[in-house]
């Protein structure tokens, strides 16, 4: 399992997890320097570290993203709500919709759930046509 982890500045942070080992890769694009730690104890301590280092200096990415219902998405869109459930409904039950909506990252309870990013991006699909 790898870990990405964003660039700041061009310092790139990078965790690898293998099945015995992790490995840490930090620095400049061009001079990256990487440990390869093995005991369980390095480990955790390493990874404790590398997560106080990231936290610091603000350099973790959200694990969960903004995330926004029906009421949401309307709202950046400026439509009401009636009108993206409906071209949600459409579009779910297969009928060719203008525009489709993207596709919903989870549905819960009967609703669909998009990242804000998504709906950002679709904002600015429709805004451009």
Not at 74 to 96: N, V
């Amino acid at each position: 399992m790898e870990l990405n982890l964003k660039k700041v500045n061009s310092k790139l942070v990078e965790i690898v997890f293998h099945k015995d080992s992790i490995e840490l890769k930090y620095g400049s694009m061009s001079d990256k320097k990487e440990d390869i730690i093995n005991s369980q104890s390095k480990i955790f301590y390493s990874v404790k570290s590398a997560y106080n280092f990231l936290l610091i200096n603000n350099l973790l990415e959200e694990a969960i993203p903004p995330l926004v219902g029906i009421k949401e998405f309307a709202e950046i869109l400026g439509w009401d709500k009636a009108r993206i459930s409906t071209k949600y409904s459409r579009q779910k039950s297969g009928k060719k919709v203008k525009d489709p909506l993207p596709q919903p990252i989870q549905i819960l309870a009967a609703t669909p759930i998009w990242t804000l990013k998504q709906a950002l991006r679709y904002k600015e699909q429709i805004k451009g046509e």
